[in-house]
């Protein structure tokens, strides 16, 4: 890597560790031109400072290839299978199972821009936008992702969530939330799921901020992701684009546990 070093590049370790889950070099047809690892790194450098595709640094390859390489990615499920992967060490490296047992299920709303795509308003939230559904584990961890419009109801979208991880996460039997999962959709979980919902509410005596038991963990795990500045707002004219960058976030902290960068 013969260029200026900027701050989202992967280390050496780092790179090791996500190299063998990205794709080989075909052996027939054309020979790969570029520097895959040049082009990772470009993908999270537009991640993590929100540079458009077409503001990249001349130092990484060509915005169109990079910008190709992220939507195969995307389309293939790549993140995703990359994002399991790295969570199951943490995990491991945590002395805990490969899959949880339980999980904590929130929602969060973010403005959308002109680019246009999916959108409604979030009366409580007073924003016009999407919503960004999480289900992360009692690590912090992201499990999975779902974006819609942000007028669709948390209860309403939890569903769309949990049809993600139905068949995945055998093990999963407590999902925590707060009062707007209620209702009707406990039933419908431990129905689907096999799982129990369990419904953390405030005090009623409760005045201002206060931390919730368990949800709180879900709330840290969306102040983690919005240090990347994509995420600041919602640029994506499709919510599955928007999934992907929320996949690339998590992906690039767990990267940065499992294998610190040497302290300067």
Same mark, same amino acid.
């Given at each position: 890597?013969?260029?200026?070093?900027?701050?989202? =590049?992967?280390?050496?370790?780092?790179?090791?560790?996500?190299?063998? #889950?990205? %794709?080989?070099?075909?052996? &027939?047809? &054309?020979? #790969?031109?570029?520097? /895959?690892?040049?082009?990772?790194?470009?993908?999270?450098?537009?991640?993590?400072?929100?540079?458009?595709?077409?503001?990249? %640094?001349?130092?990484?390859?060509?915005?169109?290839?990079?910008?190709?390489?992220?939507?195969?990615?995307?389309?293939?499920?790549? /993140?995703?299978?990359?994002?399991?992967?790295?969570?199951?060490?943490?995990?491991?490296?945590?002395? $805990? &199972?490969?899959?949880?047992?339980?999980?904590?299920?929130?929602?969060?709303?973010?403005?959308?821009?002109?680019?246009?795509?999916? !959108?409604?308003?979030?009366?409580?939230?007073?924003?016009?936008?999407?919503?960004?559904?999480?289900?992360?584990? @009692?690590?912090?961890?992201?499990? @999975?992702?779902?974006?819609? $419009?942000?007028?669709?109801? =948390?209860?309403?979208?939890?569903?769309?969530?949990?049809?993600?991880?139905? =068949?995945?996460?055998? $093990?999963?039997?407590?999902?925590?939330?707060?009062?707007?999962?209620?209702?009707?959709?406990?039933?419908?979980?431990?129905?689907?799921?096999?799982?129990?919902?369990?419904?953390?509410? !405030? $005090?009623?005596?409760?005045?201002?901020?206060?931390?919730?038991? !368990?949800?709180?963990?879900?709330? !840290?795990?969306?102040?983690?992701?919005?240090?990347?500045?994509?995420?600041?707002?919602?640029?994506?004219?499709?919510?599955?684009?928007?999934?992907?960058?929320?996949?690339?976030?998590?992906?690039?902290?767990?990267?940065?546990?499992?294998?610190?960068? %040497?302290?300067?």
């Amino acid at each position: 890597m013969n260029r200026k070093a900027y701050r989202t =590049d992967l280390t050496e370790e780092q790179w090791k560790l996500l190299k063998p #889950r990205l %794709p080989r070099r075909a052996r &027939r047809g &054309r020979k #790969r031109s570029v520097d /895959l690892r040049e082009v990772v790194n470009a993908i999270f450098y537009v991640v993590r400072t929100g540079c458009q595709w077409r503001n990249l %640094p001349q130092e990484f390859p060509a915005w169109q290839t990079v910008y190709g390489y992220f939507r195969r990615f995307q389309q293939s499920g790549l /993140l995703e299978q990359i994002n399991h992967r790295l969570r199951e060490r943490l995990r491991q490296r945590a002395g $805990r &199972r490969r899959t949880p047992s339980a999980a904590i299920i929130d929602s969060q709303s973010v403005k959308t821009t002109e680019q246009g795509g999916v !959108r409604g308003f979030d009366a409580g939230k007073k924003i016009q936008g999407r919503k960004r559904h999480i289900l992360s584990d @009692t690590l912090g961890l992201l499990l @999975t992702v779902v974006v819609h $419009r942000a007028g669709l109801q =948390d209860r309403d979208g939890a569903k769309l969530v949990l049809q993600r991880v139905e =068949d995945r996460y055998s $093990r999963l039997k407590l999902i925590w939330a707060d009062a707007a999962y209620g209702g009707q959709l406990i039933d419908g979980v431990k129905e689907q799921l096999h799982c129990t919902l369990e419904i953390v509410r !405030r $005090r009623d005596d409760g005045a201002g901020f206060e931390v919730l038991p !368990r949800r709180w963990v879900v709330e !840290r795990t969306f102040a983690w992701l919005s240090r990347s500045r994509r995420l600041s707002k919602d640029y994506e004219a499709l919510p599955e684009t928007s999934e992907a960058y929320v996949y690339l976030a998590s992906i690039l902290l767990m990267l940065k546990r499992l294998k610190p960068a %040497p302290s300067s």
